[in-house]
């Protein structure tokens, strides 16, 4: 595995933390004491750094996000890789794996190059680009994927879209024997979920809305499932939100199919109840939010490791666009500034998921899960590390987003959890 991560070039950061909770689950590491970082990398003399107060905070390694929509090219009115970067920084994140449904899509390598070089110039933290897996995110032909792997693809998806033939699933399977990079799936059966703007439930029953039903997710998994193991091949599924596919995942790890999964703080934490609300758009994506026993039973397959890890799948919108009736409004939510704080509000202070297991979750397991460098705070190690104060209560969007976009599903909503710093690739990215 591989692809090429890049961050615009800055001055490295050096400074003294003290009296923090060093917690990195994956080194073994959880004591409170200074943390150096000295010219971009974490240890050394701390005699003449500038030094910042941890007493009361926390010090992790900082958040890896396997999904991420830029919006770059075609739609940097609601998003480019400077503000989404500036917002994954404040919110923690070291390194952002950006999608490629953009306008145009990214399926070929000169429109991946292109990114490349214009995060060199603009990203806060890390940057990765997907390349699509078919031509035109069409589902029909496949990419030139051992070009845009040798230009820097981190793996190939689709996302936005199903790939449904599955002939074409099968050869983009047999294409990674050569590219050895995961394929990241989007997985629903149009057939079952056309014409559908949320769960299919008593909710959608009740505003008499098309319905997306559960199964849709689950049966597409358990078809990629089967192809990944017959050729051999990686699979990791986007944003899952049923509990039909959280068994498809189990079933498939138990056989020894490798495949990773990603579920999304707002499908871990809100249910379908919320488009009764006013402002309902605000709760459109898809995956749609579901039940509480789907939500439920993501929290435990989170909490027990069959999901691997926790992504925002950041979706900005024009404000305009999100005040639309709720069957015209688009899919999708922001998430890279609140998603920490809102899995530490809703899942770690009720007792449902651990703060060790969180960190894990949003740190070394996604990168782990898409063969990405693990921030770590090992000595010697690169600084990727985020300084939050588990205590600090905000609302949601009451200082504004580092965003272009504000159309998150926790607007209005007191948080707590606050990220003071992160530091990137060995350079400050955010300080509050």
Known sequence: ?????????????????????????????????????????????????????????????????????????????????????????????????????????VDSASVLGALIETAEREARVRVGFYGAITIGQRGEALTEQVEMAGAGAVGFTDDGFPVVDAQVMRRALQYQRITDRPLVLHEEDPDLSRGGVMHEGAVSSRLGLGGIPSISEGVAVARDAGLAAYEGGRLHICHVSARETVEEVRRAKERG????????????????????????????????????????????????????????????????????????????????????????THLVQPGHLDLPTLVRRMSGDPAAALGLPVPTLADGAVADLALIDLGARGTVGQDGFRSKSSNSAFLGEPLSGRVEMTIAGGQMAWQA
Request: proline share 8%; glycine share 10%; hydrophobic share 40%.
């Open 257 to 344: 199919v490798a495949i990773t999964a990603e579920v999304t703080p707002h499908h871990l934490i809100l249910t379908d109840e919320a488009v009764l609300s006013l402002d309902a758009s605000r709760y459109k994506m898809n995956p749609p939010l579901r039940d509480v026993s789907d939500r439920q039973a993501l929290v435990e397959a989170l909490a027990d490791g069959t999901i691997d890890c926790v992504a925002t799948d950041h979706a900005p919108h024009a404000e305009q666009e999100k005040e639309a009736p709720y069957e015209e409004a688009p899919f999708g939510v922001t998430g890279l500034e609140t998603a920490f704080a809102a899995c530490h």
């Open 1 to 105: 595995m591989g692809g090429r991560l890049v961050q615009a070039p800055g001055p490295a950061a050096s400074v003294v933390i003290r009296g923090a909770r060093l917690l990195d689950p994956l080194a073994g590491i959880d004591e409170q004491r200074d943390l150096v970082v000295r010219d971009g990398a974490i240890g050394g003399d701390a005699h003449g750094l500038p030094e910042v107060d941890g007493a009361g905070r926390v010090v992790v390694p900082g958040f890896v996000d396997p999904h991420v929509h830029l919006r770059t090219p075609g739609r940097e009115d609601t998003e480019d890789i400077a503000s989404g970067s500036a917002a994954a920084a404040a919110g923690g994140y070291v390194t952002i794996l950006a999608m490629p449904n953009t306008h145009p899509p």
